[in-house]
């Protein structure tokens, strides 16, 4: 059901502070903490000795101290004290995995070790640096991530879904659409011409006339959706648009860390360049989208309970995307399992 061999979010950077931060990926026990230069280090959540979670001790210099009985273990996962003796035991170690830090998340490595460094996490598609802004979230999704998937390569569920945020009826009624299958991922590109502003974009512009809206939607395996949408004054040129005709022009990665095969962490990343909005905007914004995300939680927690795999589903056109995602996805999965697999250690 998981891709392993694939670096996915583990964890936002500003959450690991002075104290351990414990999280399951991919139904693992692991921690994250950081050593005294301040690089973040993730192990098993499971100390060797009575296998008590490691995420309840303390950082002590560059290790992580177990709070049962003070093992301390290192960046490698290897036992480097025990309190009640000189002579450390054989074998005394626990997993440790590959982890990379940029644009404000950490990013993890749970499959084979030996190959992390030949595979590059996912690139944003912005610069990470001053020029642009960025804010985030994290949300808890009690079912399968593929269902989030679903929903966000398929956005003809804004006006219903959303009727009050970012839905508007033209968002299913009166666009174009264009699917396409990449090396590595599935772009879904979407225009609408002519149409009424979503209640949060007229909230946030101060325009209440008629748009020119885009939606250009990628994913990326396992579980990247990266999200380009904006809109601009009717007429004055779409995406090219400029000045005060171009309303509004963002960026936004929704990360999708499956948690278990029924729960999954929702890390949603958004960015504009500096500038671009006021603060008040900005908070705006980000209040819709994060009341629009939990809108999607409540129907797809409700959908989940529902599925029941002996009963048949239909498929509509605008599925088209989030079919290709899933087979896409399912084909790496396979090709994995065929393959087989060494996990970190």
Not at 15 to 33: K, S
Not at 175 to 200: C, H, K, Y
Not at 284 to 307: K, W
Request: charged content about 25%; aromatic content about 8%.
């Amino acid at each position: 059901m998981f891709l392993r061999n694939r670096w996915y979010v583990g964890a936002m950077s500003d959450e690991i502070g002075d104290r351990p931060l414990a999280r399951t990926v991919l139904d693992e026990p692991v921690v994250f903490f950081r050593d005294s230069s301040g690089a973040a280090i993730a192990l098993e959540d499971r100390c060797v000795h009575r296998q008590a979670p490691l995420s309840l001790g303390d950082v002590v210099g560059d290790t992580l101290q177990c709070a049962y009985h003070g093992l301390c273990f290192d960046r490698a996962g290897d036992c480097v004290r025990v309190p009640s003796q000189k002579k450390i035991p054989p074998g005394a170690r626990v997993k440790s995995y590959p982890v990379a830090e940029r644009y404000g998340v950490i990013f993890l490595w749970l499959g084979d070790a030996g190959v992390a460094d030949a595979t590059a996490p996912y690139k944003f598609g912005w610069d990470d640096s001053d020029a642009f802004r960025m804010m985030h979230a994290r949300l808890d999704a009690a079912f399968d991530y593929r269902l989030l998937i679903d929903n966000l390569m398929d956005v003809t569920h804004l006006p219903f879904a959303h009727k009050t945020t970012i839905g508007t009826a033209a968002v299913a009624d009166n666009f174009t659409a264009r699917t396409e299958r990449l090396e590595d991922g599935v772009r879904i590109s979407r225009w609408m011409e002519n149409i009424d502003q979503a209640p949060a974009h007229v909230e946030v512009t101060g325009y209440d006339g008629k748009v020119d809206r885009w939606q250009i939607i990628t994913y990326t395996p396992p579980g990247f959706v990266w999200l380009q949408v904006g809109s601009a004054r009717a007429g004055a040129g779409g995406r090219d648009a400029t000045g005060d005709d171009l309303l509004i022009d963002r960026n936004t990665v929704h990360s999708l860390t499956p948690e278990t095969e029924n729960s999954a962490h929702y890390f949603w990343i958004t960015s504009h360049k500096a500038g671009a909005m006021t603060a008040e905007q900005e908070q705006t914004i980000y209040d819709r989208s994060v009341e629009a995300f939990n809108e999607d939680l409540v129907i797809i927690e409700g959908q989940a309970a529902r599925l029941d795999a002996t009963i048949p589903t239909i498929d509509v056109t605008a599925d088209a995307a989030a079919i290709a995602a899933r087979q896409l996805l399912a084909r790496l999965i396979d090709a994995e399992a065929k393959q087989g697999l060494s996990v970190a250690s």
